[in-house]
């Protein structure tokens, strides 16, 4: 039985050849032999019938076509998801993290489209962003759960992308076999699970947190920022979540102030604070920009400042909006440090490249009439890696600077 081909174009050919992995409707000619069935894989030509490689299909999305491999000789049966799966860990394992919270699959940069795993200690949080993956996240589910020996495994596929594939949103604990355990509820209790990082105790809440629970991809530039803090010196984490940056902080001895909007990150902060015996960080509720304004205009003053907001700019048209929120809190922020202090400037919109977001940095410094030297360009941690292929894969920046 010969499956479905894919006839793509020529710019969708030679993007395909420059490794990137993405398809566009637009990019695409039409179907040799019978139209693709739900989730089934489907070979992919260029116009002159050259075999490019296997692909997942989607009937709804803008993005028609998805690569799962280049190798127009390979087969894609159980066997390769396997080994993909296993090349994923394999990868994790080389990095040697000092965290047992990390992401275990990222998607497209691991050779997975659509499909994200992370894992918090013993327990496994999956994510399906496309139909082909929904379809046989239960198997893969289950292969990465006895691959880790995790404990509980649930889905968070509550992620809004969803829709554009046609899928439903729905997050719950899965059974051994990965499929959703039949009263699942609605995602809506906590599932609470227990992670060491960087020797630091965490709690995330796997169901009712954000993202799949915590901000993993930031896990690298918590320990980074506060390579930075001395004892005693004051520090502020404005966008605190739960706690990732004021914890590293305040076990350097630093005096810190985490503030966030969110009642429940406030009070996991606080929690996580405590089980690692750390004193000295005091808990805000608070709208970060009244904050800022409020300690720029009273004259308080820090050594340190974290600013990790969440995307201002979740679509293009939202772009001049998020600049003026980026620019606006970098200000304070210039204004609120000490001569040789430290801001750490973060954004994970996929939209804001890092050379804006530093334009609109090196803006707001001018602004404040502050010079300042960039110490360092970080991106997101190591474990959601970065395909080279597709600049997209890389969204996270935070810019370590020091304030003259
Ligand atoms: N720094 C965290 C992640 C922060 S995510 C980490 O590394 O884990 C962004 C956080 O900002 C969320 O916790 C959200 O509740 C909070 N938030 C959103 N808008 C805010 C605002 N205007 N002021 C303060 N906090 C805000």
């Excluded at 637009?26 to 070979?43: D, K, Y």
């Excluded at 082909?132 to 589910?141: C, F, G, Q, S, V």
């Excluded at 799949?212 to 930075?228: C, H, I, K, P, S």
């Excluded at 954004?347 to 609109?360: F, I, R």
Aim: glycine share 10%.
């Amino acid at each position: 039985m010969t499956p479905p081909a894919a006839v793509i174009n020529d710019r969708g050919s030679a993007r395909w050849r420059g490794g990137y992995p993405w398809v566009y409707r637009t990019e695409l000619l039409g179907f040799e032999g019978p139209p693709p069935g739900l989730a089934q894989v489907v070979a992919v030509r260029d116009r002159r019938g050259r075999e490019l490689g296997w692909a997942d299909h989607s009937e709804q999305s803008r993005i028609a076509l998805r690569r799962l491999s280049g190798d127009a000789t390979e087969t894609v049966d159980e066997t390769f998801f396997r080994r993909r799966l296993a090349a994923a860990l394999a990868y994790r394992e080389d990095l040697r993290l000092d965290s047992n919270a990390y992401r275990v699959v990222a998607g497209e940069a691991d050779g997975l489209p659509g499909l994200i795993a992370d894992r918090y200690g013993d327990d496994l949080v999956v994510q399906a962003l496309t139909a082909a993956m929904d379809a046989r996240l239960p198997r893969l589910a289950a292969v990465l759960r006895g691959a880790l020996g995790a404990g509980r495994m649930f889905e968070r596929n509550d992620i809004k992308v969803r829709r554009l594939e046609g899928l439903e949103l729905r997050a719950g604990e899965l059974a051994p076999d990965g499929k959703p355990l039949a009263a699942g509820g609605s995602g809506a209790a906590p599932a609470w699970a227990e992670a060491r990082i960087d020797g630091l105790e965490f709690r995330f809440d796997l169901l009712g947190g954000q993202k799949t629970g915590g901000f993993l991809d930031q896990r690298e530039n918590w320990a980074a920022v506060a390579a930075y803090a001395h004892p005693g010196c004051e520090a502020l984490d404005a966008f605190c979540y739960q706690g990732g940056f004021a914890l590293h902080l305040a076990r350097r001895g630093a005096r810190v102030e985490a503030a966030d909007l969110s009642r429940p990150a406030l009070e996991l902060a606080e929690a996580n604070a405590q089980r690692n015996g750390l004193e000295n960080i005091e808990f805000t509720e608070a709208n970060a920009f009244d904050l800022l304004r409020h300690y720029d205009e009273t004259g308080r003053r820090f050594d340190l400042i974290v600013l990790d907001p969440p995307a201002f700019a979740k679509n293009r048209s939202a772009l001049p909006a998020a600049a003026r929120g980026y620019k606006e809190i970098n200000l304070r922020a210039f204004r609120l440090l000490r001569p040789g202090g430290i801001l750490a400037a973060c954004s994970c919109s996929h939209h804001v490249s890092a050379d804006a977001l530093l334009e609109w940095i090196a803006a707001a410094a001018a602004d404040a009439r502050r010079e300042a030297v960039l110490l360092e360009r970080r991106g997101q941690a190591r474990d959601h890696p970065v395909l080279l292929a597709m600049p997209e894969t890389e969204y996270l920046k935070c810019f370590l600077l020091r304030v003259r």
